[in-house]
C-alpha cells in the first residue's frame, strides 16, 4: 500500500538538541497527524493538525501543517533521553477515515 | 478509562494454519481499524468499520483475510492458510465520529 515519504529515516542527536523530521506526500490531506511508537506499543498521537498552514505545538513539540496540504514537519526542542522512539506521520482525507502512513523517522538520543 | 486492547499479544502458527486475533475498542467508538507493521516498516491499512456501514476492504491483501466486527464493538481479524510473509504486527485502531484514532497495542504474529 501507500506510504508517505518521510526523512530522515533515522537520527543520533545529543541530548538538548533540536530535532526537525518531514513528511511529504504526492496526494492531498486534509488531516495531518504525528504518532510516537515505542517498541512493542501501539503509536500514541503527539499532534493533530487540521487546516493548511497551521501550526500547533504540545509542550516540546511543535508541527506544521504545509500550505499545499502535501507536506508536514515536526520539530522537538531539546530533546531528552525518553524522546526516542519511532516517529510517524500520518496522512487522512477527512476525519473518520483511513490513516496513511510514513515510513517513520527512528530517534536515538544520547546522554 | 480503558484503552484499544488486543489479544493475543503473541502469536506463533505454523504455515497452513488459520489465526484469529482480536481487538476489544474504546467504549463507545463507533469506528475500528486494523492495520499492519511489517518489520521496520510503516503502518499499512487492512480493514476498517464504521457503524453499520459497510466496510471499507480495500487493503486487505488477499482473500485470505477477513474481519468481522460484532455488536458495533469487537472486531476479528482472521487469516486464513497463514505464509511466512503474513508474520508482522497486527494494529488495531478506534476513534469516533469525528476524533482520531487511538491504537492498541498490536499482536505480534510470527508464522514459523
Known amino acids: 500500500g501507500q506510504q508517505l515519504n518521510q526523512s530522515p529515516q533515522s537520527m543520533f542527536i545529543q541530548e538538548g538538541e533540536d530535532v526537525s523530521m518531514n513528511c511529504t506526500s504526492s496526494s492531498i490531506f486534509n488531516t495531518w497527524l504525528w504518532y510516537k511508537q515505542d517498541p512493542g506499543e501501539g503509536p500514541v498521537l503527539l499532534i493533530a493538525l487540521y487546516k493548511a498552514g497551521e501550526l500547533t505545538s504540545n509542550g516540546r513539540l511543535t508541527a506544521q501543517f504545509g500550505i499545499t496540504r502535501k507536506d508536514s514537519f515536526l520539530n522537538i526542542s531539546a530533546s531528552i533521553p525518553s524522546d526516542v522512539g519511532i516517529y510517524f506521520c500520518a496522512g487522512q482525507p477527512g476525519t473518520a477515515s483511513k490513516l496513511t502512513f510514513g515510513t517513520g523517522t527512528r530517534l536515538q538520543v544520547t546522554l | 478509562g480503558a484503552g484499544v486492547s488486543q489479544s493475543p499479544s503473541n502469536k506463533v502458527t505454523e504455515k497452513g494454519k488459520d489465526v484469529e486475533l482480536r481487538c476489544d475498542p474504546i467504549?463507545?467508538?463507533?469506528?475500528l481499524y486494523w492495520y499492519r507493521q511489517s518489520l521496520g516498516q510503516g503502518l499499512e491499512f487492512l480493514i476498517y468499520?464504521?457503524?453499520?456501514?459497510?466496510?471499507?476492504k480495500s487493503g486487505l491483501p488477499s482473500d485470505r483475510f477477513s474481519a468481522e466486527r460484532t455488536g458495533g464493538s469487537v472486531s476479528t481479524l482472521t487469516i486464513q492458510r497463514t505464509q511466512q510473509e503474513d508474520s508482522a504486527v497486527y494494529l488495531c485502531?478506534?476513534?469516533?465520529?469525528?476524533?482520531?484514532?487511538?491504537f492498541g497495542p498490536g499482536t505480534r504474529l510470527t508464522v514459523l
Open positions: 485502531a478506534s476513534s469516533s465520529q469525528q476524533d482520531t484514532q487511538y
Open positions: 467504549s463507545g467508538h463507533t469506528a
Open positions: 468499520f464504521q457503524g453499520n456501514s459497510a466496510p471499507d
